[in-house]
């Protein structure tokens, strides 16, 4: 980029004007307010409240490497180190899978399944940023939460925002899906579920997003397979959510009714696609009922 500001760009209206010419056509001025707060440190009601104020310089040099840097694609929510969801303010990095906003699907799912003020026990595969088992803590305070990954970046990037929120209710486990746990009454996983070869992975912010969180095989389903499998053992009677692809649905669902799941059911996202499968697992113990709910 030819890094240049113009001659208005010293005052706040001007940076964002600046910016907002650069910024591809997603929607350029929003991007150039969350850009400019961030690096004044400021929110963004600070820009509109104060347009003439000047931008001192390590604040402009900062706003033109991150106008660049989204030039070229990367996703804001890496730029800025943060990203909302489910109303709870994370962090996230390139360690972690950008909480999407189908995801909170999962947790209105989950939500409809645990009863309020039951201490039972839940795990979250897979948690990355731990935004879902983060959002079940704030939700049911009572549960006892296990949020696991795989990836240690991940689990520190986890530990950050359970700290910042201070949900106490939540542990950390690294481990390769299921293994080694034992005795969860619901389990919630928004598992890799694109296929290797979608050209989706190419594109936008996946491109920038970790593999290991996103593709799982030819088909995208190596991981939901496999957490369907090893699911016996890990947990007494209750219910199993996952997430997967808005085609995945008949698959996952013939999935989890052939490992003996009863009442398996799939909900749409805001977009109407069908995004969330549950099914209830009828192990023994377990204080959640089955049902169609
Ligand atoms: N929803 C993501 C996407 O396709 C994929 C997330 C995932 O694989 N869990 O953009």
């Known amino acids: 980029m030819t890094g240049r500001p113009s001659a208005d760009a010293g005052s ?46 390590a604040a402009r040099r900062r706003f033109e490497t991150l106008v660049a840097r989204r030039r070229r694609g990367e996703p804001i929510a890496y730029l800025t180190g943060r990203r909302e969801f489910w109303s709870l303010d994370l962090a996230v990095t390139t360690a972690t899978l950008i909480p999407r906003p189908e995801t909170e699907t999962l947790v209105e799912r989950a939500l409809a399944r645990l009863p309020a003020a039951v201490p039972l ?14 959002a079940l803590a704030r939700e049911r305070p009572e549960a006892t939460i296990v949020a696991t990954d795989i990836s240690a970046g991940a689990l520190a990037v986890a530990a950050r925002n359970r700290r910042e929120l201070a949900l106490d209710n939540v542990s950390l486990a690294q481990t390769d899906w299921c293994r080694g746990l034992r005795g969860f009454q619901l389990v919630v996983t928004n598992p890799p579920y694109v296929a290797v070869a979608d050209p989706h992975l190419r594109r936008g912010d996946l491109r920038f997003e970790p593999a290991g969180a996103l593709a799982a095989g030819a088909e995208g389903l190596d991981d939901i397979r496999r957490i369907i499998a090893d699911l016996p053992a890990c947990m007494e009677a209750g219910w199993l959510l996952t997430e997967h692809g808005h085609t995945q649905g008949p698959v ?15 909900h749409p996202d805001l977009g ?16 959640i009922p089955p049902g169609n709910g």
Not at 121 to 134: E, I, M, P
Not at 272 to 287: A, D, I
Request: charged residues 25%; aromatic residues 4%; neutral net charge.
């Open 121 to 134: 026990r839940v795990a979250d595969l897979g948690t990355g940023s731990g935004a879902v088992a983060l």
């Open 12 to 57: 706040i209206a001007g940076a964002l004007r600046w910016a907002a010419g650069l910024l591809g056509d997603d929607d350029p001025r929003l991007e150039a307010a969350v850009l400019l707060a961030h690096c004044l440190g400021r929110p963004r009601s600070h820009l509109m409240a104060w347009p003439d104020r000047p931008v001192e310089q």
């Open 272 to 287: 109407g696609r069908e995004r969330v499968t549950e099914g209830w697992w009828p192990g023994t113990g377990g204080l």
């Open 252 to 266: 996952v669902r013939r999935l989890m009714e052939a490992a003996g799941l009863r009442d398996v059911a799939t």
